[in-house]
């Protein structure tokens, strides 16, 4: 440590937080000067967003310091998310706004010669993640770090995030995401922090000389993993967590081994091997596809991790057992289940703990949140891939899986039908991993992310779980989002104006205080700023279309919108059905019937995984329509349709609050939550949904008359989708005839929505003729609705102020206190 004459020296120079603009722009320079090597001559917009950045990276990095010196002396419980995916979108916004310096930023840029926004363009999406899955993930860690928990997230720093997504000829093309191109000023290399990680190998054991049997695993290929360090600032506070990224690379012995045995190219050809393992995010959404790169990936996540937390805490020196009063962890999904065998190994193999106190501190340590009920999205690792990989990790799974079925015997005897059922190993062939069966049996509680959700899978995935270990283990968190990104960042016009009623911004922090804006539900004046602010936001939204779609839409028709990953289950098939219906409706009207109709722009976005061709399917007819539709004179402003590529955490932010309407109408029962229903909601728009996931949490605070719900209940689905499959259901006659209008080709050659189309004519898992008529009998009621402007912006304003549960400040409250039981500490 640093001799105390010479502290004076170190506090006299310590950096400083920005004390004004001047400070901002005196860094801003040096930056560009030295850093960037670049001078007033040569300074574009990338490099001012560059030097900008690094600025404000440096007041982050101080916080953080503080944050997590704060953290070790205080020394209480921390918890850390795990998580494959962080879909953080851009960083210099939110950091600007939580650090508290964007009108520094701001005006110091503007006298430099930049403009803020332009700057701010300049910064490539952070889309280390597919979806809501992912999303939440970074709105869950800039709540821990608002709400001052101690906490940091884990996960893996891909070169190639999320692919983007282009269309040609109205099909998806996929190309690589490469987006560390210019560098990412908002990460810290940590190239000290290193773990070597085994894979491969094989196992053995031997009685040591206190007649111990002892397991080592050895002999396998070793990566080394390498920590990247994102700081994560707190809203409205000094409190600045971690966000540790691992990137893989090869060991140094590795290499020598192989160079002194002569074969060099082969060592380097090795070596780039080791660098794919955190290379690529796997593009599936809500979709297991059992690579063996993909379990490396776990493994390789969960045991840099897991060192790294248990390094932090031997430096505490307790006992072992108090191992889960320092640490929580959240398995986000089952994805780094992984790491309830991996503390177990390490607690038994390395550390000497017999079994049971070792299985105690796993239990009481793990969370585990489920996502999904969709079978095809549950993960189950063939045995013999799992053996080849990891071979004591098999081993203890069958330890932990015989420990286990013995107590349920025990409790059930005779019910030998129960214990195949809850098997950790599936007995088909191959055997298979049950990861979601390990994650329940090791942690001390399982959420799901929704009401709904959340009783399903105590009935139906999960039933045989709840009957062994009572209901106490299962509970919900809704989730929730960051009004920070959501509403002050994405509608800063919609935040002010809220603000200057509610007297302040504390809502950011409390989004409860949002009920202080209802009282103002019919006030015209109030009324006539918010139609502006929605108004503007079109606008914004409008000349994005007109910029990459090359079309004007009309910013009075009504914005109807549904973007998120396309899959089947969340039916958009159905709403480009629905457009269909509306685009022969349109073409049988009167001229008298064309006054009354209202005016609709219907806009798509979302990506498809790239091996699912019903998914691309649905995207091709989407644009299909959209050719059709959109040249066609009889139309004009009546319909609309758009779909806007390449959607991602920056569209959402322009899209999101420019809607009036956004569907969210899945089949029920099968989208866990939705959190974008939460978004879009929050910046003023209505819902038009099904009785799913959150949905029904929305309806319950906004009031049943502030959204629009259609279709079959979950509890119907089961019998429907039997009828479906042993009789002959008639196709609904609406739907029927949007059928015959893609099959006469009016979309192009009909072929290429044979099996779209079957899937409904057939057995129609997902329900979309079931569903068709309540879904056209909604949008005729939006359609009626939205002509009542009075009526419509005082449901939107009543809405927005009802949704100050779905912060995911409250959400992480409740995971903190009846999950993690942590505490917050204040950092001045
Ligand atoms: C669930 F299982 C999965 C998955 O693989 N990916 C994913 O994004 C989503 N999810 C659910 O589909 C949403 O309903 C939910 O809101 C979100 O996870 C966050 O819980």
Known sequence: SIPAESRQVWQKFGVKEFGGKEEFQQEFIRHVETTLARSIYNCDDLAAYQAASQAIRDRLIIAWNKTQQKHTTKDQKRVYYLSLEFLMGRAMDNAMLNAGIKDITKAGVADLGFKIEDLLEQEPDAALGNGGLGRLAACFIDSIASTNYPGWGYGLRYQYGIFKQRIVDGYQVESPDYWLTFSNPWEIPRYEIQIDVMFYGYTRKYTNDDGKVVHVWEGGEQIQAVAYDVPVPGYGTETTNNLRLWASKPTREFDFEKFNAGDYESSVRESQKAETISAVLYPNDNFYSGKELRLKQQYFWVAASLNDIIRRFKKTHRPWKEFPDQVAIQLNDTHPTLAVVELQRILVDMEGVEWDDAWNIVTNTFGYTNHTVLPEALEKWPVP????????????????????????????????????????????????????????????????????????????????????????????????????????????????????????????????????????????????????????????????????????????????????????????????????????????????EKKEATPRVCIFGGKSAPGYYMAKTIIKLINA????????????????????????????????????????????????????????????????????????????????????????????????????????????????KVFEAIESGMFGDHNIYGSLVSSVTGSDYYLVSDDFQSYLDAQKLVDQDFKNKDTWVSRSITAVANMGFFSSDRAIDEYAESIWNIEPIAVE
């Open 625 to 736: 329509v959209s050719e059709v539709v959109n040249a066609d004179a009889d139309i004009g402003d009546l319909l609309k349709v758009v779909f806007i590529a390449d959607y991602n955490v920056s569209k959402a932010e322009i899209i999101i609050p420019a809607s009036d309407i956004s569907q969210h109408i899945s089949t029920a029962g099968t989208e866990a939550s939705g959190t974008s229903n939460m978004k879009f909601v929050l910046s003023g728009g209505l819902i038009l949904g099904t009785v799913d996931g959150a949905n029904i949490e929305i309806t319950r605070e906004v009031g049943e008359n502030n959204i629009f719900l259609f279709g079959h209940l979950a509890e119907s689905v089961e019998d429907l989708r039997h009828k479906h499959r042993f009789s002959k259901v008639p196709l609904d006659p609406n739907l029927e």
């Open 385 to 592: 891939l799992f053996q080849n990989l990891l071979p004591r990790h098999l081993e203890i799974i069958y330890d932990i899986n015989l420990f286990f079925l013995q107590q349920v015997e025990k409790l059930f005897p005779k019910e030998r039908e129960l214990l195949a059922r809850v098997s950790i190993i599936e007995e088909s062939s191959p055997q298979q991993v049950r990861m979601a069966y390990l994650a329940i049996i090791g942690s001390h509680k399982v959420n799901g992310v929704a009401e709904l959700h959340s009783e399903l899978i105590k009935t139906t995935i999960f039933k045989d779980f709840v009957t062994i270990y009572g209901p106490d283990k299962f509970m919900n968190v809704t989730n929730g989002i960051t009004p920070r990104r959501w509403l002050h960042q994405a509608n800063p016009k919609l935040s002010n104006l809220i603000a200057s009623k509610v007297g302040s911004y504390d809502f950011l922090k409390d989004l409860n205080l949002l009920k202080k804006i209802e009282p103002f539900a019919h006030d015209p004046k109030f009324q006539d700023e918010w139609v502006a602010i929605k108004k503007f936001n079109k606008a914004r939204l409008a000349a994005h279309i007109k910029e990459h779609n090359g079309f004007d839409v009309n910013i009075d028709a009504l914005f109807d919108v549904q973007v998120k990953r396309i899959h089947e289950y969340k039916r958009q098939q159905m709403n480009i059905f629905g457009v269909i219906h509306r685009y022969l409706s349109i073409k049988t009207m009167t001229e008298e």
